[in-house]
């Protein structure tokens, strides 16, 4: 059983708490908890961990429109193409992909609607937190400072996400109050979100098995570097040297680690597999743990096939929905193990014998299931490729985080996984943090590598090769440019939310042409304000160019 004893004394009261995430109240700025709960320390420990399991919803690609979804299928890798008569869904990720969104998307509203109730659901037990005495809820000052601090530091998350997608937004740190917020401009919410972290950053606890998916010192450092890796972008001021002290502060170990001091893992798989709650390097996540809490991803309904279970042995399918866009998968070198662990391409196997074929259920009923790179009605032999001429099996796969199998194996190997569904979703991964290091020390200097920034991303990449092939495939101050190193963010970070913001940062957003993607209109860096918030609230302004 995964060590989260903490994280899970709450949760199963916090999921009968409150309502499904999926249920989404109009006016987001107003979620309330009840006012009569905070009687003992179990109560108050659960009205602290609620926003986590509500973020599962919005920022983990879990199968609703949060912002994951906007954060990875605007970019140039990831794509949710129309495959025969699945997929269409009223033209929304062919929007998504060709940057045409308009002001009444439903999916931006929801994604605006969730990650703001996410926000009321920290601001409502920080009022009741903040207004009770010690003695009435049962835990000691030192708890109850750190209980707010974390809550605080958890709201600061929301906004920054918030700020990533649309710039300028509301800030609210009452319950309903105001009652209509007006829009604050992204240098003052990125001004709000830095002092929130400092303020608090000392009064949480270091990162440790018992902060495993909780906000942590470790969590409110990673937070202060993706400020300050974007802060020019944001405020119009860049910030290298924060970005640089932060990072090292995650580094050095000084703000703790979920198992032990923190480190990168020893290889490309203990971040991801279903026992990743003892990796070295993760920082924040979402964590489950289907046994105690009956609590598990969302992601396998965004990437799994609708046959899936065959392939690896488990029990959960998916949506057949999001995949690489074409020729991504060739960015990848041949000898690179994450082409190979973390993608899924060409004939698919039953895990149980890994031999019979998975057979195909569309266009190709009753053959092999053959995944491949490409988007193409290749049955009728067109070579038309877009977002619209999908099939079943077009498209490279998802198979980053594993979730483990039910089913043994050829020979039970291998045999059952016995933390089969429990695997978490990474928010911050201590590789993230060297990477952001070696950018801004490369963005200080020019954009040219020096031997610190080389070394960073060295000490990442080696994991994906063998010892022989590694030989031949290091950075050096020459090789290692910032062209490269969008790539190789690319390559590392697939899936992980991040490439939305890294093509704005490194200028590529809406002037590159990927696939059948053209370069759209600057003002495409953020997204527009949705309609049905500005008709709740006429203190929204519209962003440029809506």
Known sequence: ??????????????????????????????????????????????????????????????????????????????AWPTKGRHGEDGGKWKRFHYHSWTVDEGGLNQAWSLMYWGMGLCNDPIENIEKRDIATMGITQVEKDAYLAELKLLRAFHYLKLMDLWGNIPVVTKVGEPAKPETMPRKDVFNFIEKEIKENIALVPKLSKDMM??????????????????????TGTARWDDCIAAADKLINSEAGGQNGAMALDPNIVDQFKPDNNLSKEVIFSIAYDYKVANFAGGWPSEFYHFKQQEIYGGGRNGNNGIVLVPGVYNTFEAADKRKSDWLL?????????????VLASEEYDGQQLTFVDNIQKNKSGSTVS???????????????????????????????????????????RLTWIYFAKAEALMRKSGGTANADAVALINESKKRS???ADW???????????????????GRE????????????RFGK???????????????????PIPQRQRDLNSNLAQNPGY
Not at 40 to 46: A, D, I, P, Y
Not at 405 to 417: C, F, K, R, S, Y
């Open 386 to 428: 877009n977002m619209s001429e999908g099939e079943e099996n077009s498209g490279v796969r998802f198979n980053k985080y594993k979730l483990g199998n039910q089913l043994a194996g050829p020979n039970d190997i291998p045999a059952i996984n016995p933390n089969y569904n429990n695997t978490d979703w990474n928010i911050y």
């Open 471 to 489: 030989t031949n495939k290091a950075y050096t101050t020459a090789t290692l440019t910032l062209n490269e190193l969008l790539a190789e963010r």
């Open 1 to 78: 059983m995964k060590n989260k004893s903490i994280l899970y004394i709450g949760l199963a009261a916090t999921l009968t708490f409150t309502n499904a995430c999926t249920k989404l109240d109009e006016n987001a700025y107003d979620q309330l908890l009840t006012d009569d709960f905070y009687n003992n320390k179990t109560e108050v420990l659960s009205a602290v961990l609620r926003p986590y399991t509500h973020a599962n919803a919005w920022v983990t690609p879990a199968g609703q429109d949060g912002w994951w979804r906007a954060a990875e299928l605007s970019a140039d890798q990831l």
């Open 345 to 357: 391409i060409g004939p698919m196997v039953k895990f149980t014998d890994g031999v019979s074929p």
């Open 493 to 504: 970070f697939i899936f992980e939310g991040f490439r939305r913001a890294d093509l704005i």
């Open 509 to 527: 957003f809406t002037t590159a042409s990927w696939w059948d993607h053209q370069p759209s209109s600057v003002t495409r860096e953020l997204y």
């Open 213 to 234: 998916g909780r906000m942590s010192q470790a969590g409110a450092y990673a937070m202060l570097v993706e400020l300050y890796l974007n802060a020019e972008v944001w």
């Open 465 to 467: 090769y063998t010892t």
